[in-house]
């Protein structure tokens, strides 16, 4: 008996591209078992797009849309808890799925139980669905050898050191979402299951691209011009919050995993790599300013191996001196 699958879509103002992404997905060679889109209380008509696609498709597609702005990870939440199928494939509003990727997905789960998770790369489009001539893999440095380590079964000491993983390439079974549930809202969805998931058993992992992935032009906006020391300044006061918020979510993580331990394998050493992990934030957060001061304090780092470990190596390592360098 085949595996039914899910989509679970998010929308919200997603007019400009909706339709595009709607359309790839009735074009599958392997229809969905239902579409669940969760929309966010759109102002555009990204809502009765919605509905006249339902219209006009043969597999079953269910639109909710939230009394209150819920944000995409409780937007996604929602979306993935009304989801009936035994795969739940996530969707954005603004990609192009190519032909076969629920083909592939369903390849992927029927090959082993023991799958819990799948995902795949992606090409990178612009706003005008224009080639950028990368991948996503290739955009957040996803090696050749890290997607070893993915099929190996050690997907932990990966994630532990940066996501990889893109919501919208991403399928899980659908068995694992109490224990996914309910997700913090000051994590993003596809880190959080992702991290998780990794603790309960094994990733397939598709190197070729089953999205074309848009990214949308970037807006900078701030008080205006700063020197090249208010520069470094604001950069090591950003910095050092978002490596405390980064505790605080790997915190949730540790936290998780504590309530449902019996229920993840890998329990015991998902939360080691947490403490080591969050260990490594405590100092790159709290290094000093002085570049005197610093850099015995990043040299001792290397040496235990923490940027190699549990952030990007010695880019990691460049980064931490090259602030306090240009406040001198």
């Given at each position: 008996m085949?595996?039914?699958?899910?989509?679970?879509?998010?929308?919200?103002?997603?007019?400009?591209?909706?339709g595009s992404?709607?359309?790839?997905?009735?074009?599958?060679?392997?229809?969905?078992?239902?579409?669940?889109?969760?929309?966010?209380?759109?102002s555009d008509s990204s809502a009765e797009s919605v509905r006249g696609f339902a219209r006009s498709v043969p597999f079953p597609t269910r639109l909710?849309?939230?009394?209150?702005?819920?944000?995409?990870?409780?937007?996604?939440?929602?979306?993935?808890?009304?989801?009936?199928?035994?795969i739940i494939a996530l969707s954005d509003q603004d990609d192009v799925w190519l032909g076969h990727k629920l083909e592939c997905i369903e390849r992927s789960f029927s090959r082993s139980t023991k799958i819990v998770a799948a995902f795949s790369d992606g090409e990178l489009i612009d706003d005008d669905s224009r080639s950028l001539g990368a991948s996503l893999w290739q955009s957040f440095s996803f090696t050749r050898r890290e997607q070893r380590q993915f099929a190996e079964g050690h997907a932990l000491d990966v994630l532990v050191r940066h996501p990889v993983v893109t919501g919208a390439t991403l399928a899980f079974r659908r068995e694992y979402l109490d224990q996914l549930a309910?997700?913090?809202?000051?994590?993003?969805?596809?880190?959080?299951?992702?991290?998780?998931?990794?603790?309960?058993g094994q990733f397939e992992v598709i190197p070729e691209p089953l999205i074309r992935?848009?990214?949308?032009?970037?807006?900078q906006m701030g008080?205006?011009?700063?020197?090249?020391?208010?520069?470094?300044?604001?950069?090591?006061?950003?910095?050092?919050?978002?490596?405390?918020?980064?505790?605080?979510?790997?915190?949730?993580?540790?936290?998780?995993?504590?309530?449902?331990?019996?229920?993840?394998?890998?329990?015991?050493?998902?939360?080691?790599?947490?403490?080591?992990?969050?260990?490594?934030?405590?100092?790159?957060?709290?290094?000093p300013r002085s570049c005197v001061q610093r850099i015995p304090r990043v040299l001792q780092e290397i040496l235990n191996g923490g940027y190699k470990r549990y952030s990007a190596g010695w880019k990691s390592v460049v980064k931490d001196l090259a602030i306090c360098g240009s406040l001198t």
């Open positions: 085949g595996l039914n699958i899910s989509v679970a879509m998010c929308t919200f103002n997603g007019m400009r591209h909706l992404q709607l359309e790839s997905i009735a074009k599958q060679t392997r229809h969905p078992d239902e579409l669940v889109v969760c929309d966010d209380g759109s909710l849309v939230n009394d209150a702005t819920l944000g995409s990870t409780k937007n996604f939440e929602t979306a993935i808890s009304s989801c009936r199928g035994d309910p997700i913090p809202v000051r994590h993003i969805h596809d880190r959080w299951i992702s991290f998780l998931l990794a603790a309960r992935y848009r990214q949308h032009p970037s807006q008080p205006g011009p700063l020197s090249l020391r208010g520069q470094a300044e604001r950069a090591m006061n950003t910095t050092a919050t978002f490596y405390l918020e980064e505790i605080e979510r790997f915190r949730d993580l540790k936290e998780k995993l504590e309530k449902n331990y019996a229920f993840f394998p890998q329990a015991a050493y998902a939360q080691e790599l947490i403490e080591k992990k969050i260990s490594h934030l405590e100092h790159r957060a709290g290094l």
